[in-house]
């Protein structure tokens, strides 16, 4: 295999594992999202019922509380996870990978020089690279400077 012939199936594998992964974390976000609508929502009727039926006030107050926590375990999951910053994390890097395989097979044929295939594939890695580093610094980093807080507050 030519480094050329490497280097789009590497952009390819690693276009394919981004579209894939940002559109997972789409669709959970968006789920998440629409079930914490709906529980607010349902939340909010719930109450409305009791006022017009006082005598099923406990019980209906009981269901308020267990929709009321639902929510809250809902949206701690989307704060721990953050699909919506994964998501656009995801597609960002994506897109940039797209338009290097784009310029790669516009570029670059068969007859081209190792050292200008090398080329993009530096720049194919620098793309991965400032991936991983905005990734550990801003999505990772804010779930540790979560986690320390949350445990500073503790003591």
Known sequence: ?????????????????????????KRLYRWLRYAVFGLTSFSALLAGLALKFPEAGANISVLILL???????????????????????????????????REVAFVLDEASPPAEVEKYFFRMQEILGASNDKWSRQIVGNRRDSEASAAAADD
Do not use: C
């Open 1 to 25: 295999m030519n480094k050329r012939q490497f280097l789009l199936d590497q952009l390819s594998a690693k276009i394919d594992d981004f579209r894939k992964d940002s559109d997972k974390h």
């Open 67 to 101: 929709v009321s926590a639902g929510t809250g375990v809902l949206t701690s999951v989307e704060g721990l996870r953050k699909p919506s910053e994964l998501w656009i994390h995801e597609r960002t890097t994506y897109y940039a990978l797209l338009d290097l395989q």
